[in-house]
């Protein structure tokens, strides 16, 4: 009896396993099935909604064209703000050169002025010394004759003096 019962009990194990598998391949093939539907439900809504779905990327592209063309256009307006500022600013560079150049003749012209002036300067300067000099030259060379022949005269005096004393 035990022998019956441990093969009743296998062949129900057995029995339980198959069913159990049975189910499982049940199960997996109707999964499948739905799984494969619906991808085909999928694929011919998409293909009757590929018009819709043209149409929009359609738009999309048309404003993406718009919105480029209007960057293109802003960018023109700028690079012809940037060429007529450069040209500006190039136009008073050289203008500024210009001057510049123009003050810096002026410039070499001035201090050439001022060299012939102080060399005149210096000229009258010196001049005016030897002037000085010259006369306080002759001043003294004057006070000294001066001087010279009032000594002369003293001792001249002097002598007339102590000889009438003597004689």
Avoid at 50 to 60: C, F, S
Avoid at 93 to 114: F, G, M, P, S, W
Avoid at 122 to 135: D, F, N, P, Q, S
Wanted: with cysteine; glycine share 2%.
């Amino acid at each position: 009896m035990t022998a019956i019962r441990k093969i009743a009990s296998a062949a129900g194990r057995a029995r339980a396993l198959l069913l159990t598998a049975a189910c499982a391949v049940f199960l997996f093939a109707h999964a499948s099935s739905e799984a494969a539907a619906a991808t085909m439900y999928d694929k011919f809504k998409d293909i009757y909604q590929t018009p819709e779905k043209v149409q929009e990327l359609q738009e999309q592209y048309i404003e993406s064209q718009q919105k480029l063309q209007e960057q293109s256009e802003e960018l023109n307006r700028r690079t012809e703000e940037m060429k007529s500022q450069t040209e500006q600013y190039l136009a008073e560079t050289q203008a500024l050169n210009e001057r510049n150049k123009a003050l810096a003749e002026q410039n070499d012209a001035l201090n050439a002025q001022l060299a012939a002036m102080a060399e005149k300067q210096r000229a009258r300067a010196a001049l005016t010394r030897k002037t000085i000099y010259g006369v306080a030259a002759v001043l003294g060379l004057g006070l000294l004759y001066l001087l010279t022949i009032r000594l002369w005269r003293y001792s001249v005096w002097r002598r007339q003096r102590s000889g009438s004393w003597r004689t």
